[in-house]
């Protein structure tokens, strides 16, 4: 009803005005009163409770305060003029600061009068001060005093300076209540009001700015949060539903003769459950009428490259091509060597392409692409490339996804004139609340089980000073005929730094691990990819014992008998970093080894990460902790999926929610996937009116 009223440009409120406006676009991106109603505020203040000015800390949090000003100076300095003012209670004084506006303050504020003082306080010349307080006199104060609890909006530097203070943004809110009469369509249907017992719309909207008791303020805040993500997985798994209805994929029917031939013959090992059942997923998948868009999760080591392969054979089998795709050179080219191996014995054709592939074999590989005598590409993002082109992809495959962006994703779907099968694979384990929301359309398969034998890796935190001890350590290790990582960090490509580090660090294991005894191997980002591969193949045959590396050997590659991996500087890495480095040994049968070296210098965060790698090697538990520390900003996918711009949940502390949210919008689809029902109308417009203001959200599938 007043859906209009609340797309009217903020400008447009009484006590905005054009310059407020302005702000308020660029520093909160508030552009109408549907945006201003939807600023909801950080925390809330307890407005009974006032401090005095003898019990104040000096951890500059924000305070109330009751006192008079007994004098008024101007002070003047080299740059500019400032206004300061005394400011009293019984208990001792503090002084009150303006850089601007100081004309009008000197004319309006009255001394010896009693005031509600707010804000910030520094300690600075052994004295406490407020500078730009937030004040009204005690009697407009009390007056004013419609709750017990005052909103703190969130601010930015800006705004304050502009004079947009917190009393100024209630002012506001108020403001957008009075125009509006607070009349706020419900947006909820009667059954979910009902059956999880939520205030309607206007109470919840009123109480989240003003609220008039805790009870209440909890009421809002649980109904805004709830409606919020509601909406959010309710687009989710209807963009899920739609694309399984309206893209068809290729049926792959059959299960044939190569998928069981290997399975009987050739299969290595015994596949571990969490294999059997995930490729039991796929098939399925791949046999039903949709197309089909799934993330492959599995820790390190879990053994994921098998469960591509057995997924590309059903595509082979129903007469199709596949082709994988990986972020590095290193990482295609272990890729390729490996499955040819498997290959081998089954008649496949499989091809590697990647910028060093030549150019004469690269028309080859084209020319049997294109013919269809090619059954499996393998290569990095040089797949992507618009020359290459299959004659019938059914089922494309990315390893490590993390490392590649939405859109070269999205160029790999549309090498088909109908969109291949999708399946990419992730060692980077998302915290199943996140992935929900990040990954709510597509369908996830979890490897939850490493392969049987495995030790779990022992890892350690050294200090720079046990250098010796553990140099040791690692000439015992290569005695007992092991292999040795020793990772240096490269933050940025281009820092010639860590390159001197790295150059440094090759050079000191020169000398204490001399030659001919042992070998050494050096990987890093600024070799030609042929140097790089003939290093890493010296390692992989045996001919090295160790391998110093930047992070380039971060994903992927697989040499079983290396059970040593020596982190420097582990402090400058990230947790799922560490995480993924670890996981380059531990991957033969014999017990392994992580060191972590650092300087005595450690952060906060950084203890934490360093704690948490020596406590498990559990990569969904390290990737709790690290959503913790990052926020969920840095994780993948995030920016595309909105989880981000969540205006009131907040989606960590808010999971339980979120759950619930989730089961919710599963049970109205399951009823009435169209939103058809006349009880669910109002649900449908919400849903339009949001996808129709929101800038919808970009998937790649
Ligand atoms: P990731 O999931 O990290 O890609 P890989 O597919 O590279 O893991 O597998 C890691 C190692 O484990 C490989 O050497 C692989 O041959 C081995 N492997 C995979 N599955 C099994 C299994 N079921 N039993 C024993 N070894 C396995
Ligand atoms: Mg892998």
């Known amino acids: 009803m007043n859906s209009n009223i609340l797309q009217t440009p903020i ?230 539903l739609i694309h399984k209805s309206k893209i068809k994929g290729f049926p792959f029917k059959k299960v044939g003769n190569h998928f069981n031939t290997f399975f009987k013959d050739h299969l290595p090992f015994e596949l571990t459950n969490a294999q059997k059942r995930v490729i039991k997923e796929i098939r399925n998948d791949l046999g039903s009428n949709a197309q089909m868009n799934r993330l492959l999760q599995g820790d390190v080591g879990s053994g994921k490259t098998i469960v591509a392969l057995m997924s590309m054979f059903i595509a082979i089998d129903n007469g199709f091509q596949a082709c994988l795709m990986a972020p590095t050179e290193i990482l295609s080219v272990q890729h390729y060597n490996g499955l040819s191996e498997y290959c081998k014995s089954l008649n496949i054709n499989i091809k590697l392409l990647t910028g060093s592939t030549k150019t004469s074999s690269r028309r080859e590989i084209h020319e049997s692409l294109e013919n269809g005598e090619l059954n499996i590409l393998i290569g990095t993002h040089a797949l992507l490339e618009d020359k290459v082109k299959f004659k019938n992809l059914g089922l494309a495959i990315i390893d490590e996804q993390h490392r590649f962006g939405v859109a070269q994703r999205s160029k790999l779907w549309k090498k088909n004139s109908s969109p291949p099968h999708i399946l990419v694979m992730t060692a980077t384990p998302i915290p199943r609340t996140l992935a929900m929301s990040v990954y709510g359309d597509l369908d996830i398969s979890i490897i939850d089980e490493l392969p049987p034998g495995r030790k779990s890796i022992k890892t350690v935190h050294r200090y720079d000073k046990n250098r010796l001890n553990v140099f040791k350590f690692i000439r015992d290790e290569i005695a007992k005929g092991r292999q040795v990582y020793i990772v240096y960090p490269l933050i940025q490509e281009s820092s010639a730094m860590d390159y001197k580090d790295l150059m440094d660090g090759y050079e000191s294991i020169s000398r204490d691990f001399p030659m001919p005894e042992y070998q050494i191997s050096i990987v890093h980002g600024k070799m030609k990819p042929a140097d790089k591969d003939f290093e890493m193949q010296r390692f992989i045959k045996g001919e090295t014992q160790i391998m110093v590396a930047t992070t380039v050997i971060e994903v992927g590659v697989n040499v079983p008998n290396a059970s040593v991996m020596i982190i420097e500087s582990a402090e400058r890495f990230g947790l799922s970093q560490l995480h993924q480095l670890r996981g380059r040994v531990g991957r033969g049968a014999e017990q392994s080894y992580c060191i972590l070296m650092t300087s005595h210098k450690l952060s906060n965060d950084s203890k934490t990460r360093l704690e948490t790698m020596v406590r498990t090697n559990d990569g969904f538990e390290i990737a709790e902790v690290d959503l913790k520390l990052r926020g969920p900003g840095d994780i993948m996918g995030t920016q595309q999926s909105g989880v981000l711009n969540l205006k009131i949940a907040d989606i960590i502390k808010d999971k339980d929610i979120l759950q619930h949210a989730r089961h919710q919008a599963q049970q109205l689809l399951k009823l009435d996937p169209s939103l058809s029902h006349s009880e669910n109308k109002v649900i449908l417009e919400t849903y339009r009116q949001l996808s129709k203001y929101k800038n919808i959200w970009n998937y790649i599938s």
Request: glycine share 4%; charged share 25%; net charge positive.
């Open 11 to 240: 400008d447009y409120l009484k006590g905005v005005g054009p310059n407020r406006a302005d702000l308020l676009r660029k520093e909160l991106g508030i552009h109408t009163y549907q945006d201003l109603i939807n600023l909801f505020p950080n925390r809330y203040l307890d407005r009974t409770k006032y401090y005095k000015i003898k019990s104040l800390q000096r951890n500059n949090a924000e305070v109330q305060i009751i006192g008079q000003i007994t004098r008024i100076q101007e002070v003047t300095q080299k740059r500019g003029k400032r206004l300061v003012a005394t400011f009293q209670d019984d208990t001792g004084t503090m002084e009150l600061v303006w850089f601007r506006g100081q004309k009008w303050i000197k004319e309006n504020l009255k001394t010896n009068k009693p005031y509600v003082i707010f804000g910030k306080t520094n300690w600075y010349n052994g004295k406490f001060s407020m500078p730009h307080p937030d004040m009204e006199l005690q009697e407009t104060h009390e007056k004013n005093l419609r709750s017990s609890m005052q909103a703190i909006y969130p601010s930015t530097e800006k705004l304050s300076n502009k004079g947009i203070t917190n009393r100024v943004m209630t002012k506001i809110m108020q403001q957008l209540f009075l125009e509006t009469k607070g009349n706020f369509s419900e947006t909820l249907n009667q059954k979910l009001l009902k059956d999880l017992n939520l205030i309607p719309k206007k109470e919840a909207l009123f109480n989240a700015h003003f609220p008039k008791n805790q009870e209440l303020l909890s009421r809002a805040q649980f109904r805004l949060k709830f409606e919020e993500l509601f909406y959010i997985q309710l687009q989710l798994i209807l963009k899920n």
